[in-house]
């Protein structure tokens, strides 16, 4: 089992920056790849950034390439997301997943069944 704690949301003003940390317990040295996803009001949740465990290649979702990074810490098991040049349409619920080494994932790395584990999400809201 992997436990995943968000923390660092809130409420920015537009332009404005935020750091979101991912922290993981547990069995961490199972861990191939962590995301981010964000879901905003009465939409679906969407991708954001993975970077791989070791390795630490990164993808990012198109909106957000140029203002957003992600970054590991693996002596910390923690996963990172700064986020700069915030916009209004960032507002959502932005969730940590994992993908573990043993996991028999389906779909891909933007799609949610490819991770197994999930965090309770932090909130982000940006202000016009």
């Known amino acids: 089992q992997v436990q995943l704690v968000e923390s660092g949301g809130g409420l920015v003003q537009a332009g404005g920056s935020l750091r979101l940390s991912c922290a993981a317990s547990g069995r961490t040295f199972s861990l191939y790849a962590m995301a981010w996803f964000r879901q905003a009001p009465g939409k679906e949740r969407d991708f954001v950034s993975k970077?791989?465990?070791?390795?630490?290649?990164?993808s990012y979702e198109d909106s957000v390439k140029g203002r957003f990074t992600i970054s590991r810490d693996n002596a910390k098991n923690t996963v990172y997301l700064q986020m700069d040049s915030l916009k209004p349409e960032d507002t959502a619920v932005y969730y940590c997943?994992?993908?573990?080494?043993?996991?028999?994932?389906?779909?891909?790395?933007?799609?949610?069944?490819?991770?197994?584990?999930w965090g309770q999400g932090t909130q982000v809201t940006v202000s016009s």
């Open positions: 997943a994992a993908k573990t080494h043993t996991y028999s994932s389906q779909g891909y790395y933007y799609t949610e069944n490819w991770y197994n584990y």
């Open positions: 970077i791989n465990w070791s390795g630490g290649s990164t």
